[in-house]
């Protein structure tokens, strides 16, 4: 199991291999940006809260268990005080434990999901079944 800085992300759910924008403002996940950054080599994990409405979720009941493991390309401070982050979302994590420790900083406990190769007969298949169904 690896351990590295989380954030629960608003309204918001980042699929593995897609690069997207990201607005932080609140400062336990400013914390977290900010030691992802200076000690985990650009690396956190992402996952949505259940209700965008909670401004401080509670973990892990707020937050789905099931994230992303993303790379930091770019911060920009804006002028209100949040953080714009491009991030590029590598695998599907699923987060086992949360922490926090002495800085406010919260960290997620995971493990890595790959996806299975499929056959590509099996594919085309279930290409063509799902096309059906939708027609």
Known sequence: MQNKPFIATRE??????VVTPIF?????????????????????ILTSQK?????EPKFPEDVYETGVLVHIIQTVKMPNGNVKVLVE?????????????EN??????????FSKPIDES????LKR???????
């Open 12 to 17: 918001l759910v980042v699929f593995p291999g």
């Open 122 to 125: 099996k594919a085309e298949a």
């Open 51 to 55: 209700d965008a409405n909670i401004e």
């Open 129 to 135: 079944k799902v096309i059906d169904e939708f027609s």
């Open 89 to 101: 979302a590598k695998h599907r994590v699923l987060i086992n434990q949360f922490s926090k420790d």
């Open 104 to 113: 406010g900083v919260i960290y997620a406990e995971y493990e890595e999901i």
């Open 24 to 44: 932080i403002g609140r400062q336990s996940s400013l914390k977290s940006l900010e030691e992802a950054v200076a000690r985990f080599d650009n690396k956190l």
